[in-house]
C-alpha cells in the first residue's frame, strides 16, 4: 500500500504530521524529516501526529514515534489504530503518550 506523510500550516503554534498507510524500516524518511522539522521550530508549541489512517507500523515507527515524543510537546491524534495500540501497550509505553480523539480535539485544548 505505501505510505504518506502531510504536513498541514500551522495553526496557533500547532503543527499537524499526518500520517497514511504502512510505516516500516525504510520507509521513514518523510516521518523523520517532519518530525525534526517540527521539533527545530521553536514556533510550534505542540506536535500532533495524526495516526489514525496508519494501516501498519513495525518497531522503527515506534522508535521514531518515541524520538518526537522527547521534543515534550508530541500529542498523539486517535483513534489508534489496534495495532498501533497495541504496539505500544506490549512495549510498555502506551502511558508516556498524550491520545486524544481527533485533531480537532487538540486543537480545542
Known amino acids: 500500500m505505501g505510505q504518506q506523510v502531510r504536513v498541514e500550516p500551522d495553526t496557533d503554534g500547532v503543527r499537524i504530521i499526518a500520517c497514511t498507510g504502512e510505516f516500516e524500516y525504510g520507509a521513514l524518511g518523510p516521518l523523520k524529516a517532519a518530525g525534526e522539522a517540527a521539533a527545530a521550530d521553536p514556533s510550534v508549541s505542540r506536535i500532533v501526529l495524526d495516526v489514525r489512517r496508519v494501516t501498519f507500523a513495525d518497531s522503527s515507527m515506534l522508535a521514531q514515534i518515541l ?20 504496539r505500544l501497550s506490549l512495549t510498555g509505553v502506551r502511558d ?14
Open 67 to 86: 524520538l518526537m515524543l522527547r521534543a515534550g510537546r508530541l500529542v498523539l491524534a486517535g483513534p489508534l489504530p489496534p495495532q498501533l495500540d497495541r
Open 96 to 109: 508516556m503518550f498524550t491520545v486524544v480523539d481527533g485533531v480537532a480535539a487538540v486543537r480545542a485544548r
